[in-house]
Structure formats: C-alpha cells, structure tokens
C-alpha cells in the first residue's frame, strides 16, 4: 500500500484525492514498479513507472475522476483486493 494509507479503503481515498486535486505526481507514486495501470475498459494501459507516469499525467489533463467506492474488500495477508462497480484494484502492503 501507498505510504499515507494504513487501510485498503484508506489507499482509495487517497487515489480519489489525487485525481480530484489533478496531482500526477502523487497519483503515479502510488503505483509500484512493474504495476499495471489500466483504463477505459483496458483501452489506455500503462506498464511500469515511465508509462504510468506518462497516463496519469494525462489522465490528470483530461476530464476523468475517479471515485473511491469500493463495494467489497477482501484481504489475503499482505495483499488486499479492492472491487467497485467498475474498478478492481490489487495493493500489495510495502
């Protein structure tokens, strides 16, 4: 998980606060190296800090939100999984 977040839920908020303050920079830094970032259904896909990087950077032009609202949480020791309606997110605790 990102250093801030001490919860699963908690690493959702801060994602939703990064794209609503359009904050890149922070928004990229969540990501771990060799993460998968992927949008739109999987159409805009991002592999790495470089290429992550350069999506959230646009993502962040753009008129995207996102919004924390994870309907079910599920954790497996160091490794939680994060489902909404239309996102599924994996964060491994650092």
């Given at each position: 998980?990102?250093?801030?977040?001490r919860t699963?839920?908690?690493?959702?908020?801060?994602?939703?606060?990064a794209f609503?303050?359009?904050?890149?920079?922070?928004?990229?830094?969540?990501?771990?190296?060799?993460?998968?970032?992927?949008?739109?259904?999987?159409?805009?896909?991002?592999?790495?800090?470089?290429?992550?990087?350069?999506?959230?950077?646009?993502?962040?032009?753009?008129?995207?939100?996102?919004?924390?609202?994870?309907?079910?949480?599920?954790?497996?020791?160091?490794?939680?999984?994060?489902?909404?309606?239309?996102?599924?997110?994996?964060?491994?605790?650092?």
């Open positions: 998980m990102s250093p801030g977040a699963p839920e908690e690493l959702e908020a801060l994602l939703e606060d609503l303050t359009r904050d890149a920079e922070a928004l990229s830094g969540m990501f771990a190296e060799g993460a998968v970032l992927a949008v739109g259904e999987g159409r805009d896909a991002a592999r790495g800090s470089e290429e992550i990087e350069r999506l959230t950077t646009a993502l962040c032009v753009g008129d995207r939100i996102y919004v924390a609202e994870p309907r079910r949480v599920v954790q497996a020791r160091d490794t939680a999984l994060l489902l909404a309606d239309r996102a599924i997110n994996v964060a491994p605790r650092k």
